[in-house]
């Protein structure tokens, strides 16, 4: 059964030739949106930097109605809430990483991890919900603030929401440590405990450091928990008692008064170079991750 | 006068700056097996993987000199790589069923070049399977999951796969490698009948099964291809002192 | 000390600290449970809102964060997994990919307020589409896209690499293959991402704010020219922008919208569970 002499040249077919030309398109212009996004917060951020002298804008009043664009009030309260928001969460996390990881029995795991999704999948509004009528009161009530709408109350739901994060980071970063690093512990006679502590965290300590940061960009980034809870008063959270009192955040500061403002009046130019300042200081831990992330994977593709 | 399927026209090859094959020349016969042995490292499945092109997905490779199948340079710009490979099957060191059923795995080259008609494809599953000697153990299976069969039946579920599409030729990296002795001697038998149809260049898995199924046979060593001519000549009185070194057994 | 008493204690410390992790978990659910069980009735989620908002039912929001989950849908299914199926498969490795890359990951840790302003900013003020379901549906869309790229991509390498030589060394052309075989293999995977980030945009507040919600607006939008209510936004207007609101309706308010968004999380488990132990290699 021999068949007849075919050519080896065949043009391509039409359908394909499209399919692949609009994939392409779709992967490279998902370049282009961070590009739009970027350009499009400095064409409209930059111009609050000429509209307003640099001494008001980082001043420490912020009342938009009388022309003080202070923002340094906001950049710290962000600052504050995430700082106390990450010493609550972090010790958390990576403790209930390693628990996850190295010690939890089969069903206490099966327990765990569904309940760390679930957490990551309840939206923040209901987060914020949940603490302004459950939590806010308990800290009225219980540490003696004279609102229970602070910067502790802020800190504790976003510590909350950024949980998640911190732990799969974690648990991927002890995932990665070799099996031979324990064996090789506990063969030098130590116990468990010693070589989880002495081992495998410093082994792992990168992707932990990695967990930290990436937790710490998803609480500076909250929006709408942060602005439900925390009182919202823009002033320098300065003092020992900064804790319980009210703080206004960035994210907060954008959402609340985005809605009033005039499109290009200077109040405008102003939140955007807010938005500005975040997304360049997202982007600046994303980058410094990254380097973490990308070592991970290696390889081309198809043609 | 033997007729040449491929030839191979002073080919040398880098992946990333490290050179795997230099200077090979070599004419395949058609209708006959040919093998390429000689010891790991040698350059023999990158060969093997430029006669279908299918390293052309690989990055940072760079290759000189040319390759002809049936006169027609495969490198030429015009050259389709699905018509190249529909021509050249290959088959490969681990059997590697796709997912799906014995049927959905012979028939998915035909299916590709878009042939729809039940009876062809019925047809076409019939020889392919009756060809690489497995019909009659898959026969009443023909619609079970690949992956529940023996690695000796998968792999000659692959062969089969490539004969579905009607190639010319065959090419075999290590076919039997995984395959237990009683497997293997399957294999080579469908080997021994299909080079009555096709051009088949095989990389076998030892000396003793290049001898065995060896019209020709090429030596290669370190991207060189050190000795070639019929199987008899080099199995038997080698010229070159290292492939009789390899063939006897004292390499190293 | 004991070195084997140190270690009892120890794992009893971070046992400890897991429940605390755990139990306010608990806690938030429980209690939206408990208080917004009563609430929910067939008028709750099938009557407009009345008095006010201070009674009534919450149809106009159900409807609004479906119809907004259809959009972003819409627009972010083909365009996330048509560039998870470059990055995978086509783009070789070079700065440009590793741009794209690196983009997507900063797109995924951009705070979505900061989407909010771009969503005003582009397709609302821009483009003139207004406040409409079109602009939030493309503003929570760019939101989205980063999470279906990204586990996509991952679905689809996960695909062992032999089957596209495979596929390839039969005639195949590469999207003959990735239509064939890879997605196929890859499709659990991304459609557990494309749920994920899916559910992600529907309990998202902030970057609909001055994209499409309406704060009280007793109708069913017409068109996606239309603003319409939206759960989330719904439930942060409720709970601190009207006084005198029932606590009984916010809870309601939040359990739907928990269910809304937990069911989704439900069903992405179930599927990648179900396949998990289906796959063939
Ligand atoms: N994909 C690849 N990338 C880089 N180097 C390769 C690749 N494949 C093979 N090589 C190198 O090319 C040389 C020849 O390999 P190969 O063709 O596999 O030889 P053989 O099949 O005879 O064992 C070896 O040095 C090998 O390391
Ligand atoms: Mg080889």
Redesign the pocket.
């Known amino acids: 059964m021999r068949r007849s002499r075919r050519t080896l040249v065949a043009l391509r077919s039409g359908p394909e030739w499209a399919i692949e030309a609009i994939i392409r398109v779709l992967g490279v212009s998902t370049i282009g949106l961070v590009a739009l996004i970027f350009i499009f917060l400095l064409t409209e951020g930059l111009p609050a930097f000429f509209e307003i002298p640099l001494g008001n804008l980082l001043g420490i009043r912020w009342y938009p109605t009388s022309e003080l664009y202070g923002t340094l009030p906001l950049l710290l309260g962000s600052v504050l809430i995430t700082v106390v928001a990450m010493i609550i969460a972090f010790p958390l996390g990576v403790c209930t990483a390693v628990f996850i990881r190295e010690i939890a029995p089969a069903w206490a795991r099966e327990i765990l991890k569904p309940m760390v999704e679930v957490l990551a999948g309840i939206p923040s509004v209901v987060l914020g919900f949940f603490g302004m009528v459950v939590l806010a009161p308990v800290v009225r009530e219980g540490l003696g603030a004279p609102t229970g709408l602070t910067t502790f109350t802020g800190a504790l739901v976003l510590a909350y929401m950024a949980l998640p994060t911190i732990i799969s980071v974690a648990e991927d970063a002890l995932d990665a440590v070799p099996k031979s690093y324990r064996d090789a512990g506990l063969a030098m006679g130590a116990t468990e405990w010693q070589t989880i502590w002495r081992v495998v965290l410093p082994a792992a300590r990168s992707g932990i450091l990695m967990a930290l940061m990436l937790g710490m960009g998803r609480a500076i980034g909250e929006t709408m928990a942060v602005m439900m809870v925390t009182g919202n008063a823009a002033r320098m959270p300065v003092g020992l008692d900064a804790l319980l009192r009210p703080v206004r955040t960035m994210t907060a500061t954008i959402a609340a008064e985005m809605g009033e403002v005039a499109s290009g009046s200077t109040h405008y130019h102003v939140l955007f170079a807010i938005a500005l300042i975040l997304f360049v200081l997202v982007f600046a831990i994303t980058l410094a991750s990254a380097s973490v992330m990308f070592r991970r994977r290696e390889r081309g593709g198809l043609r | 006068m033997v007729e040449t399927k491929i030839r191979v026209d002073h080919v040398s090859y880098w992946?990333?700056g490290?050179q795997?094959?230099s200077d090979i020349s070599l004419e395949v016969p058609a209708r006959s097996v040919t093998v390429f042995f000689?010891?790991?490292?040698?350059?023999?499945?990158?060969?093997l993987r430029l006669i279908n092109r299918l390293n052309a997905q690989?990055e940072n490779t760079r290759m000189e000199g040319s390759i002809l199948v049936d006169g027609e340079d495969i490198y030429a710009p015009t050259v389709s790589l699905p018509e190249l490979r529909r021509r050249a099957g290959m088959v490969f060191a681990l059997p590697l069923p796709l997912p799906g059923t014995i049927r959905q795995n012979v028939l998915y080259g035909p299916s590709l070049a878009g042939i729809r008609d039940r009876a062809r494809l019925d047809g076409i599953l019939y020889r392919s399977l009756v060809q690489a000697a497995l019909w009659d153990e898959v026969k009443d299976r023909l619609d079970s999951p690949a992956s529940g069969f023996s690695g000796g039946q998968q792999q000659r579920l692959c062969i089969a796969r490539s004969l579905a599409v009607e190639p010319d030729i065959l090419l075999l990296?290590e076919p039997t490698s995984g395959l237990d002795p009683i497997s293997t001697a399957k294999v080579e038998q469908s080997l021994m009948e299909l080079k009555e149809q096709y051009t088949i260049i095989l990389?076998p898995h030892s000396v003793q099964q290049a001898a065995r199924v060896a019209d020709y046979a090429a030596f290669?060593l370190m991207?060189e291809l050190v000795e070639q001519g019929s199987g008899e000549a080099l199995f038997t009185r080698a010229r070159d002192q290292r492939t009789e070194d390899y063939v006897t057994g004292r390499f190293g | 000390m004991n070195p084997h008493l140190v270690q009892k204690l120890g794992f009893g410390l971070l046992a400890l600290i897991s429940l605390v992790v755990v139990i306010p978990i608990l806690l938030v659910i429980g209690a939206i449970l408990a208080q917004g069980a009563p609430a929910i009735s067939a008028e709750f989620l099938t009557a407009m809102p009345r008095d006010g908002m201070k009674a009534g039912g919450i149809l106009p929001a159900i409807v609004g964060t479906l119809l907004l989950t259809a959009g972003t849908g819409l627009v972010a299914i083909p365009m996330g997994v048509g560039a998870a199926i470059y990055l995978s498969e086509y783009a070789r490795d070079t700065g440009l990919t590793r741009a794209v890359r690196l983009a997507i990951v900063n797109l995924a840790s951009v705070p979505s307020v900061v989407y909010g302003l771009f969503g005003v900013g582009i397709f609302v003020l821009l483009l003139q589409f207004g406040t409409s379901i079109l602009a939030g549906s493309l503003t929570l869309a760019i939101m989205t896209l980063p999470v279906i790229i990204s586990t996509s991509e991952e679905a689809l390498r996960a695909v062992p690499m032999e089957f596209r030589t495979v596929s390839a060394s039969l005639g195949g052309t590469p999207w003959q293959g990735i239509r064939r075989v890879v997605l196929p293999q890859a499709l659990p995977g991304i459609i557990t991402g494309v749920i994920l980030g899916l559910l992600r945009s529907a309990g998202e507040t902030a970057p609909i704010l001055f994209t499409v919600a309406a704060f009280y607006l007793p109708a069913l939008p017409q068109s996606v020219m239309d603003q319409t209510m939206a759960l989330p936004y719904h439930l942060y207007v409720i709970s601190t922008q009207v006084p005198g609101m029932p606590l009984s309706i916010q809870f309601g308010t939040a359990l739907t919208l928990l269910i809304y968004v937990l069911s989704m999380n439900v069903i992405a488990t179930l599927i990648r569970g179900y396949f998990r132990r289906r796959r063939e290699w």
């Not at chain 2, 000689?38 to 060969?47: C, E, R, S, V, Y």
């Open positions: 992946y990333s490290n795997a094959l000689g010891p790991a490292g040698g350059g023999k499945t990158t060969l690989l990296d990389v290669f991207g």
